[in-house]
Nanobody
């Protein structure tokens, strides 16, 4: 069964850190570009970051540059998003996506940044 399962979300204070994980199964993880997106309450989807299949090329939306780091461990079939210096505006449900002609989405993990 092809699936992505995110974890690592939670409640954190402004300025804090979280690391999200996305474990892949049912397909050859190392062959695909992977993406993180998020959806804040009452807003549309926002692209955050991409990483190529080998993990040596990344891109970020401007609002998270210098604060978030995308990475992957192809041996563990896992995608990561390290989030530092979190702000209230980072509050959202975060999704990982396998980028392909038939994109696969995880179920999402809630991140809440609040004091």
């Amino acid at each position: 069964q092809v699936q992505l399962v995110e974890s690592g979300g939670g409640l954190v204070q402004p300025g804090g850190s979280l690391r999200l994980s996305c474990v892949a199964s049912g397909f050859t993880f190392s062959s695909y570009v992977m993406r993180w997106v998020r959806q804040a309450p009452g807003k549309g989807l926002e692209w955050i970051s991409d990483i190529n299949s080998g993990g040596d090329s990344t891109s970020y939306t401007e609002s998270v540059k210098g604060r978030f780091t995308i990475s992957r461990d192809n041996a563990k079939n896992t995608l990561y998003l390290q989030m530092n210096s979190l702000k209230s505006e980072d509050t959202a449900v975060y999704y990982c996506i396998r980028m392909s002609s038939s994109p696969i989405w995880g179920q999402g993990t809630q991140v809440t940044v609040s004091s």
